[in-house]
């Protein structure tokens, strides 16, 4: 399969000129306003500009992830599920353009971001919908005088590092067990592969509440 380059006549992907960081729900330029080029390998050439964020920028996710943990952590498992299968069902929608996406962003051979990784990624969530739903706690009798209770319980917020040769898969792996288990995320993607990773947050912001992710 070949393709027009993204933000080209007969492309499937436009990316944007800059990105900003995504924050509680909304994009937000970096407190300092710094930007670096993001660089295609196919072609040697920056084809956009993604937000350079320092120590005040994660403090600033932290706060809206912070504030949005209790109220994820406390929907339910059946509403949870929903969510991840949406977004599965998303990006199965747009899987050619996530593929185009990473592949421009990494030089990785179309097809395998058509055929494996993408697809993968589309598979984890669906996997954590349907495990979380047959999640149940369990009772145990240590001794005729001790009970051990076992169950579920969100950590809170959890801090993700995604790695540059498999980044939507990669975050993906990250993503969809911490949102399952009902915990907010701030997330970090390499800084040689930032932007699949934030097409795809373009690509799902709606199914998720402001600050979870």
Known sequence: MVYAFPNT???????????????????????????????????????????????EDIELALDAAHKAKDAWGRTSVTERSLILNRIADRMEENLEKLAVAETWENGKAVRETLNADIPLAVDHFRYFASVIRSQEGTIGEIDEDTIAYHFQEPLGVVGQIIPWNFPILMAVWKIAPALAAGNAIVLKPAEQTPSSILYLLEMIEDLLPAGVL
Do not use: H, L, M
């Open 9 to 55: 006549e007969g492309s499937p992907v436009q990316f944007k000129e800059r990105y900003d960081n995504f924050i509680g729900g909304e994009w937000t330029a970096p407190v300092k306003g710094q930007y670096f080029e993001n660089v295609t390998p196919v072609t040697g050439k920056s084809f956009c500009q993604v937000a350079r964020s320092t120590e």
